[in-house]
């Protein structure tokens, strides 16, 4: 990580018989995450359409192409195969309509919006959400590693 890229924190969500976690874009990468953490036991269905309607809520907070997915309770991929083609869903809006486009499909990196490779639209966006620069992050690393050898 280079000392003046930005890392945000996760933003966790409850609802219920799931939560969700959303993470920012990383340097050099083209859309945020979506964790929807499924707790309760819940029909294929009923998940996919949380993952849809997440997906429009979070755009619609912070405009980023994001790619979602569904968890179990321990932690492995949740499957929609019964009722979506894949397990994940790629989402954005449409800079004409600027509706969201759902894809439950893998997409190559030519299709998204290049929007989160935009430094200073990220840091616009997410001006309120707790960030670290690389040089932070590699000063906390050097000092955990400094306080381990003090400990040897």
């Not at 953490?37 to 993952?51: G, H, K, L, R, T």
């Amino acid at each position: 990580m280079a000392p003046d890229d930005i890392r945000f924190g996760s933003l966790k969500e409850d609802r219920g018989w799931y939560f969700v976690e959303y993470t920012p874009p990383m340097a050099n990468h083209r859309f945020s995450t979506l964790s929807v953490c499924v707790v309760e036991e819940q029909d294929p269905q009923v998940v996919a359409s949380a993952i849809e309607e997440e997906a429009r809520e979070w755009l619609n907070r912070y405009p980023v192409p994001l790619m979602a997915t569904a968890f179990s309770a321990d932690g492995s991929v949740f499957s929609l195969k019964a009722v979506r083609p894949i397990d994940h869903l790629i989402a954005w809006l449409d800079s004409d309509s600027v509706q969201p486009v759902f894809r439950w499909e893998l997409v190559k990196d030519g299709v998204l919006p290049d929007i989160a490779l935009d430094r200073q639209f990220l840091q616009k966006t997410f001006a309120g959400e707790p960030s670290k620069t690389g040089a932070e992050i590699q000063a906390e690393v050097a000092k955990d590693v400094a306080a381990r050898k003090v400990g040897w």
